[in-house]
């Protein structure tokens, strides 16, 4: 099936770095989302961004829509200790803005060093 | 707490089993969905309802799998014959409009 490409798998920081994953299609996403998971958890929505180019902030959090729609960006600025989690990516391709299947990357863990 | 709840949280079977989950949606969300997240992984789409049509399967749901939601408010999701390959955790989530809500999910340990 479709599948998003998100990198970094891993991420290991320091308390107070910025830190910066991002997700890529080979096809085109009309919505793209961030989410967070808990362990053990379902995923938490973070930001959402429906038109191509758009950049959103939420807090610490900045997200892009790339402006080709096959790619997005996550970052945090000034890390804490409870940003720890996983970060998924999510795209939906059909009109209808998130309220179409999602289509999930792998994830990005980010570890937070104190 | 008005969110997304599931029941159970956690299911242990045996291999052969059938089990059911429940989903209960944030009041007055028409859409409800369900994914599956083996570990390592993101969530995978299963299927999703408006109401109480189910509007799309995809090619992960084996015909063991049935999902219902029979009055437009919570819905089952019913795994027969159960194979260790279901082990999993299953994410409900909901929508009114444009943003997915998710549950705590129920995780299954097939035996």
């Known amino acids: 099936g479709q599948q998003l490409n998100q990198s970094p798998q891993s991420m290991f920081i320091q308390e107070g770095e910025d830190v910066s994953m991002n997700c890529t299609s080979s096809?085109?996403?009309?919505?793209w989302l961030w989410y967070k998971q808990d362990p053990g958890e379902g995923p938490v929505l973070l930001i959402a961004?429906?038109?191509?180019?758009e950049l959103t902030s939420n807090g610490r959090l900045t997200a892009q829509f790339g402006i080709t729609r096959k790619d997005s960006f996550l970052n945090i600025s000034a890390s804490i200790p409870s940003d720890v989690g996983i970060y998924f990516c999510a795209g939906a391709q059909s009109p209808g803005r998130g309220n179409t299947p999602l289509v999930f990357g792998k994830g990005t863990r980010l570890s937070v060093i104190a | 707490d008005t969110g997304v709840s599931q029941d159970p949280r956690h299911k242990i079977t045996k291999r052969g089993q059938n089990v059911t989950f429940r989903c209960d949606p944030i009041?007055?969300?028409?859409?409800l969905y369900w994914y599956r997240q083996t570990l390592g992984q993101g969530p995978e789409f299963l299927t999703y309802?408006?109401?109480?049509?189910?509007?799309?399967k995809s090619r992960l749901l084996s015909d063991r799998f049935s999902a219902e939601r029979p009055k437009g408010s919570f819905s089952t999701l019913e795994i027969q014959r159960t194979e260790q390959g279901d082990s999993a955790m299953y994410l409900c989530a909901s929508t009114q409009t444009d943003t997915q809500y998710f549950g705590p999910g129920t995780r299954l340990t097939v035996l």
């Open positions: 961004l429906y038109k191509a180019g």
């Open positions: 096809s085109i996403f009309n919505t």
């Open positions: 009041s007055e969300h028409n859409r």
């Open positions: 309802f408006q109401n109480e049509a189910q509007l799309e």
